[in-house]
């Protein structure tokens, strides 16, 4: 596998493609352990437990309609109950197996600080971290599985 510099990126928060505001991506995809240790163990003994999956964004804002401050604020408000679409991708291009998609049904977890400027002449970004609300798929193919 080729070594890669990132410069693209695919961003879509709940049908709207936020990629040119993205500056940083990360897409999680972990495992809990559960501590197996019993009577009689001389050290700790780990099982795998839940998964932990999650997509991680920071944006440089925009207060515009329909941009980045709108549709993170919209996610909040209107995610709970159903949750909303989230799916990156390593480059901006179409799904393969050297491009794979990464999609959540998900909430955002935490807070979203709206305001988030730093310094005096500094850009003023927003990150979001998003956690299922359902499933969590890699689709590495052209066409959805």
């Not at 493609?17 to 009577?39: E, I, K, R, V």
């Given at each position: ?40 163990d001389t ?27 709108a549709t ?73 599985t």
């Amino acid at each position: 596998m080729a070594i890669q510099t990132w410069t693209n990126g695919y961003i879509l928060v709940n049908t709207v493609d936020l990629s040119n505001h993205g500056h940083s991506l990360m897409a999680n995809f972990g495992q809990d352990t559960a501590d197996a240790t019993t009577f009689g163990d001389t050290h700790h003994k780990s099982r795998a437990a839940l998964g932990r999956r999650g997509i991680n964004v920071t944006f440089f804002d925009d207060y515009a309609a329909g941009n980045v401050e709108a549709t993170l604020r919209a996610a909040i408000l209107g995610s709970s109950d159903t949750g909303i679409v989230v799916t990156v991708r390593p480059a901006n291009a179409a799904r393969t197996t050297t491009n794979p998609e990464y999609s959540a049904t998900s909430i955002v977890d935490g807070d979203l600080q709206v305001v988030n400027i730093g310094a005096v002449g500094g850009l003023q970004d927003i990150t979001a971290n998003f956690v299922p609300y359902g499933a969590f798929t890699v689709v590495t193919s052209a066409t959805s599985t």
